[in-house]
Structure formats: C-alpha cells, structure tokens
C-alpha cells in the first residue's frame, strides 16, 4: 500500500530536480528552429538552382524545328542585316523593314550606287558614298532626312538617331553631327597635316562620344591616332570637343565600334585596343596580334578576331574577348562562315546550309544543317528560338 505522503514528498522532490524553461527561451529556441530550417532550405534552393544551371549550361540541343513560316519576297540583289528583331532589306533601290511574319513595316523608296548602312538598336542611317542625302530610319518608320552640302564619305548613327557624317572638301576633311530631322548640331574640319584623314568613325549610343581613327604621316612615317570627341558639357570647353587620344606608330586603326555609352574597341593590323570612359575615354586594355586578322565581329558584350588556324586540323580560330579586354575563349572550327553573332552567352557560327553554336565558356550547344539554303540568321527574343531567312519564305526556329 502506498503511503500518500511519501509519495507527495518525492513527486514535489522529482519535479524540483527537472529543468525549468522559461517562457523567453522557449520562444527563443522556436526562432532558432525556424532560422535553420530557413538556411536548409536556401541551401537546398541554392544547390537545385546550380545542378539546374550547369545542367542548362552543359545541355546539348541535337536538331532545329520550324516553329512558324511565312512566305516573302526578297530580291537577290538585297542586302539583309539584324534589326531590333526585325530584318533590315537595302538595295540601291530601297530599304524596308520586315518583321517576322514577312510583312513590311515600312518602305523607303531611293536611288544610291554604293549604300553605306550603320544600325545602332532599333535606329538605322542609310547614305550613298559620293551622295549627298542620309535617310533615318527605326523599326517604326521614318524618322526624317539629312541633306548634306558635300560628297559623303563615311557615316555611323546613334540610338537617338545623332548621325556623324564624314564629308569630303577639296584640301580638308569635316566631320558634321546632325540630328535625325536633319539639323547640323556641331562640325569640325580635319587636314592630313594637322590630324590625319579620317579612317573610322563611331559614335556612342547616346549621341555625346565620338571616336575617329586618323591616319597621317609624322617626319616619313606612318601614324594612327585614335581620338575622342565629347558633345556634352565636359566638351565644351574644349577645342573642337576634343577630350582625349592615342597615337600608334606604323599601323593602320581601320575599325572602332562604341559597345556602349563607355565602352569603346579598336582594332589595327597588329593589335587590338580597349578604351573606358563616360566622358574622357582613357586606354583600358591592349593586346599585340602576331597573326594576321581575317574579320571582325561584336555583340554587346564580346568581341571575336577571326584568325587562319596554324595549330590544328581546323581552318579558322575565333578569339573572344570580354569587352574589359580581357581574352575569354578561343574557338577552333572548320566550316566557312557566312557570320559570326554574340546574343546573350551564344556565339554563333553559320553559313548558307550549316550552323554551330557555343556558350562564352566554350561548349558547343548545337551543331546541324539547315533545310534550306539560309541568307541570314536572327536571334530572337527567346533562348534558343532564331529568324532565319531562306530565298521564299522567313522562318522561326527552335532548337531541341
């Protein structure tokens, strides 16, 4: 029989000895539970999304399906360039606008001997070498018309439609800036024996750089300088605008391209040049070629130099450089290439029958045949999916 008193006496004694918690370190204890389950599952997110990310990166697609087709007619004669997601059609006849469906956007009627085209964005500029008239164009229609009083040489637009126009005089050289309703907005004039002749031009997105390769001869030799020009405030106080510049001795500066607003490339016979600045471009990066370069191409982020292959089996290689100047692939291949285009982390390779893609880290994502003979490939808007254009039809395609 148990003695209720003993047994009061121990159960008092027994619950003295258990631990006691007190309401905080509850409620303490229940936020640390909710902390760690928080940081597993973050790192169970996390580790899923890079399974699923290199997954992605090492996918390899194995064949290229028509998703849409439209019938068009293009003329043989019409060159074709990528437009925003549209294409851009010039002849010495005319230039339109197409979207992806084969309809005309809109139609500019003209007579011109040798076009000379430059697209920047959803803005184009087309004039004829030796003419006098520049037409503005986006992917809308018209924007107005240039006029200019002396024979054009070269020229290159902005994406507010600024047009930097070279322009040709008996003993100088000027270089106009009109806006896209045709209005001169400043102009400058150049001599072989002040500055050079004007090989390049290139103007920033935003209208207010200029980059103008010369080419001059100093005491017998051979020159290049790369110079800039700021149209904005910090230019103003400048003579002619100029803000900055580069000399180079015994090469030749036949291209520059402005990536963007601060991002500027050249590239000589011997040498590629990267330049960095919103409003005095100062040289960034450099790196000496010993291999001659057999064309260039650019995206919004890369550039890639074409070289005859000397170390393998393959014909070409493709070296990719990181707007930063910093050498980032290079790419052996063997197919004769129609062009070389950079979207996204894609570089692709193509030609009339043939299309081999690569991701920036150099795997190769597809490589296959076209069905019909291509004129041109156009990334679109969603990855993997492409505009191409055979002799009669336009067609989307998606890679599989």
Not at 233 to 242: E, F, H, K, L, P
Not at 286 to 293: A, F
Not at 353 to 382: D, H, M, W
């Amino acid at each position: 029989m148990v003695n209720v008193r003993d047994y009061l006496k121990n159960k008092e004694k027994r619950e003295k000895d258990i631990p006691r918690v007190s309401y905080k370190e509850k409620i303490k204890s229940h936020k640390f539970t909710i902390f760690y389950r928080i940081v597993l599952a973050l790192l169970l997110a996390a580790a899923v999304g890079a399974a699923l990310a290199v997954q992605w990166e090492n996918k390899v697609y194995t064949e290229s399906v028509v998703v849409s087709s439209a019938e068009t007619t293009i003329t043989q004669d019409a060159s074709l360039l990528p437009f925003s997601g549209c294409l851009f059609s010039y002849s010495k006849d005319g230039a339109s606008c197409i979207d992806t469906k084969g309809n005309a956007v809109w139609n500019q009627t003209f007579e011109m001997q040798n076009p000379l085209v430059d697209i920047c964005q959803n803005v184009a500029a087309i004039g004829d070498y030796n003419g006098r008239t520049i037409y503005i164009m986006n992917t809308e229609g018209a924007l107005g018309s240039i006029t200019t009083n002396k024979p054009i040489r070269d020229l290159c637009v902005a994406s507010n439609g600024v047009v930097a126009v070279v322009l040709d005089d008996t003993d100088v050289t000027l270089i106009y800036l009109y806006d896209s309703q045709g209005n001169e907005l400043v102009h400058f004039r150049t001599t072989m024996q002040e500055s050079g002749y004007p090989v390049s031009v290139s103007i920033s997105p935003s209208g207010e750089l200029l980059c103008v390769s010369y080419l001059f001869v100093d005491s017998g030799q051979m020159k290049s300088s790369v110079a800039f020009y700021n149209f904005g405030a910090v230019g103003q106080n400048s003579t002619d605008n100029y803000v900055s510049g580069y000399d180079y001795l015994n090469v030749i500066v036949p291209f520059t391209r402005f990536m963007d607003n601060q991002t500027v490339f050249a590239v000589s016979d011997d040498r590629i040049m990267f330049y960095g600045g919103a409003q005095k471009p100062v040289s960034a990066a450099e790196k000496l070629l010993g291999d001659d370069i057999q064309s260039v191409y650019y995206g919004d982020e890369y550039i890639g130099l074409v070289f005859n292959s000397t170390e393998s089996s393959n014909r070409y290689r493709l070296e990719v450089y990181h707007k930063s100047g910093e050498l980032t692939q290079q790419i052996e291949f063997d197919m004769e290439y129609l062009d070389i285009l950079f979207h996204d982390d894609q570089i692709i390779i193509y030609n009339e029958t043939e299309c081999c893609i690569y991701n920036t880290n150099g795997v190769q994502k597809y490589a296959g045949n076209f069905e019909k003979s291509v004129r041109i490939l156009i990334p679109l808007g969603s990855a993997y999916h492409y505009m191409i254009v055979t002799p009669d039809t336009i067609d989307t395609i998606e890679l599989k």
